[in-house]
């Protein structure tokens, strides 16, 4: 599994498979209800997911080209997010923040790994990412002063993370 999304709707839980680019749903208890291809719809390393209350849809990560694909929780496909940002380069986990009410922005939190440290587990390389995303136009949003003719995502760096040392048990 590559990542997990919680549904504060149904309670349901979805988890997303990079290997088989396969996203699975089951009820609180563990119960398998059922999975979807997100292979199909181009999505070529999955590596994670995300649940949109406003919409009640999923967004998925794909790391092998930085693109979100939004789809319905049964699996059918809403649309691509293009995620651009001249240091994206290995995205590895999402996280969806809702707007505020009557907002017509949306915000992706996206982390990318950039090397992976399996030579120097010293390297801090990773980066953070912030997309503002516009509300997709299935939706009705309440008017505000903020423009949405651009549907296009923007990318907002932030400050590499620090490094700092936590006990693990052994």
Not at 93 to 114: C, H, M, N
Not at 128 to 139: G, I, M, N, S, T
Not at 145 to 152: A, F, I, N, Q, V
């Amino acid at each position: 599994p590559e990542g997990i999304a919680f549904d504060t709707q149904s309670g349901h839980v979805f988890v997303v498979d990079g290997q088989d680019s396969e996203v699975y749903r089951f009820e609180p208890n563990g119960t398998f209800i059922g999975q979807f291809d997100v292979g199909s719809m181009g999505v070529g390393d999955p590596e994670g997911i995300a649940y949109d209350g406003l919409s009640d849809n999923l967004l998925v990560l794909d790391s092998s080209d930085g693109q979100v694909v939004e789809v319905t929780k049964t699996g059918v496909w809403v649309r691509d997010i293009e995620l651009f940002a001249p240091d994206l380069d290995k995205p590895a986990g999402l996280v969806y923040r809702p707007a505020a009410s009557g907002a017509t922005i949306r915000t992706l939190y996206v982390v990318d790994r950039q090397l992976d440290n399996s030579e120097d587990n010293q390297e801090n390389d990773g980066l953070l990412f912030e997309f503002q995303v516009p509300v997709d136009e299935h939706e009705t949003p309440t008017p505000t002063s903020t423009s949405t003719d651009e549907p296009l995502p923007t990318a907002t760096n932030t400050l590499p993370p620090t490094a700092t040392d936590t006990p693990t048990a052994t």
